[in-house]
């Protein structure tokens, strides 16, 4: 019994590493812009040199993941890009900003009364506060020598999905390519990026949070448009359909291959 207690204990201690390495790996940083601010976590390759280009890539965490604190945003999608052998096999500028409690990323309306969530898109009225931020934080990053201008990514999950359609929207120009993780946004808009960006697009056909349709009408969309976007839809998957995308074997090598058209 008391083997089982210390071997327990080691692998509690063993976890707690784990969890501090992997938030030491990403560091605090904030973006202040006039009254506002943007807290943001950020990776750097392994022997990282600004005398280098990589590629960065901007990922966009879901609504439950809001808040204060610059830490809740790792909780999902960060471990993947700090595996030891993808940092390896993919070395890149991962960056995981935090949208505050009090907004979104897209612009839209939510009604959460209904079963799933009924979702009013607005992009015409301009975006979020949280997402101008964002915004600005990649315009700031797009013209530093060390990044490869042809090689800057986006994705998100959920929340972080319609913000990942929305900000290919207003920013057609700055992304070879993305991945939208059970999200949803307004279909006419992919008209501006169907063709210029290549995208993948993952959904779980029973999630009762973010209806799977949505998804179906965004890449309904950008086919009309000229755009060739992958589409898995995993027939099992409530709304937790990003663990499934992020074990694909073929994401990583799918988004880092891809260069501005």
């Not at 830490?71 to 030891?84: E, I, P, T």
């Amino acid at each position: 019994m008391k083997l089982i207690k210390k071997v327990l204990n080691l692998c509690l201690i063993l976890c707690a590493l784990v969890a501090t390495a992997q938030k030491d790996v990403y560091k605090e940083k904030i973006l202040v812009k006039g009254k506002d601010t943007l807290q943001y976590r950020i990776m750097y390759p392994e022997n990282f040199s600004k005398t280098q280009q990589y590629p960065v890539v901007l990922f966009l965490h879901g609504a439950g993941e809001r808040g204060d604190d610059n830490k809740k945003q790792l909780v999902h999608g960060s471990k993947l890009f700090a595996d030891k052998t993808n940092r390896g096999a993919f070395p890149a500028i991962v960056i995981f900003p935090q949208c505050p409690k009090s907004d979104y990323w897209s612009k839209v309306d939510v009604d959460r009364s209904t079963n799933p969530i009924g979702l009013h898109f607005k992009y015409e009225t301009g975006p979020t506060t949280s997402m101008k931020l964002v915004i600005d934080l990649m315009d700031e990053f797009a013209e530093k020598s060390f990044v490869k201008k042809e090689k800057i990514y986006v994705g998100g999950l959920s929340m972080g999905g319609m913000g990942t359609f929305e900000i290919l929207y207003r920013r057609p120009e700055m992304f070879a390519a993305a991945f939208a993780i059970c999200g949803g946004g307004n279909p006419e808009s992919a008209k501006v990026y169907a063709d210029k960006i290549d995208l993948w697009v993952f959904h779980g056909a029973d999630d009762n949070v973010v209806d799977p349709q949505l998804s179906l009408n965004m890449v309904s969309a950008i086919l009309k448009y000229g755009g060739k976007p992958n589409f898995t839809l995993y027939a099992d998957a409530n709304h937790n359909s990003w663990d499934s995308a992020f074990a694909e074997p073929k994401l990583l090598t799918w988004l880092f291959s891809k260069s501005k058209k």
